[in-house]
T-cell receptor, first 115, second 113 residues
Framework: AAGVIQSPRHLIKEKRETATLKCYPI?????VYWYQQGPGQDPQFLISFYEKMQSDKGSIPDRFSAQQFSDYHSELNMSSLELGDSALYFC??????????????FGPGTRLTVL | DQQVKQNSPSLSVQEGRISILNCDYTNSMFDYFLWYKKYPAEGPTFLIS?????DKNEDGRFTVFLNKSAKHLSLHIVPSQPGDSAVYFC????????????FGKGTKLSVKP
């Protein structure tokens, strides 16, 4: 079965640079979530979108922004990168088809390293 | 403050025996709970979930128990297999399965042959 696709899988950036992470949800999934997992930490919720509208916001820095496009893919834009932004960034998707909310399924993650 | 707590960072079990992973939570508004398994360099893989209206959910070798009064849930794996060796994350949500997830810090399970 098709899974959540994230690109790139690995990204190396310098401080103060910008980065764009992409997420392609499972087909027919209408909700996308972004999580950040620092070294040795649990995943922390950043932001989510439902039907292209922001649905919830967590601990996302102001330097980050995200959006969901008409084809339901999502992009996380990160500016003025800091060393502390080095982490695994996971995207998850879920579906509300049939009115019944579904479980979040995670992508493989993008490992961002800021030098 | 950690709303979802997995107090055992690691657990070692013999193949064929039962693995019991525990999770405690503090937010009484959580109404949906999930367990994810994670291998290194991969995303969390959904294992099993339970709604707060239930106290048990079973799927093959995996059973999740929920004790709402104690704000405690556990994942039982029986029989444990070496391929079960991974980090297990407990997660909880306030908005049913659509709410954003709050994760515990994970428990590393090692199943020895």
């Amino acid at each position: 079965a098709a899974g959540v696709i994230q690109s790139p899988r690995h990204l190396i950036k310098e401080k103060r640079e910008t980065a764009t992470l992409k997420c392609y949800p499972i087909p027919r999934h209408d909700t996308v979530y972004w999580y950040q997992q620092g070294p040795g930490q649990d995943p922390q919720f950043l932001i989510s979108f439902y039907e292209k509208m922001q649905s919830d916001k967590g601990s996302i820095p102001d330097r980050f922004s995200a959006q969901q496009f008409s084809d339901y893919h999502s992009e996380l834009n990160m500016s003025s990168l800091e060393l502390g932004d080095s982490a695994l960034y996971f995207c998850a998707s879920s579906s509300t088809s049939g009115g019944a909310p579904d479980t979040q399924y995670f992508g493989p993650g993008t490992r961002l390293t800021v030098l | 403050d950690q709303q979802v707590k997995q107090n055992s960072p690691s657990l070692s079990v013999q193949e064929g025996r039962i693995s019991i992973l525990n999770c405690d939570y503090t937010n009484s508004m959580f109404d949906y709970f999930l367990w994810y398994k994670k291998y290194p360099a991969e995303g969390p893989t959904f294992l099993i979930s339970i709604s707060s209206i239930k106290d048990k959910n079973e799927d093959g070798r995996f059973t999740v128990f929920l004790n709402k009064s104690a704000k405690h849930l556990s994942l039982h794996i029986v029989p444990s297999q070496p391929g079960d060796s991974a980090v297990y994350f407990c997660a909880a949500s306030e908005g049913g399965s659509q709410g954003n997830l709050i994760f515990g810090k994970g428990t590393k399970l090692s199943v020895k042959p």
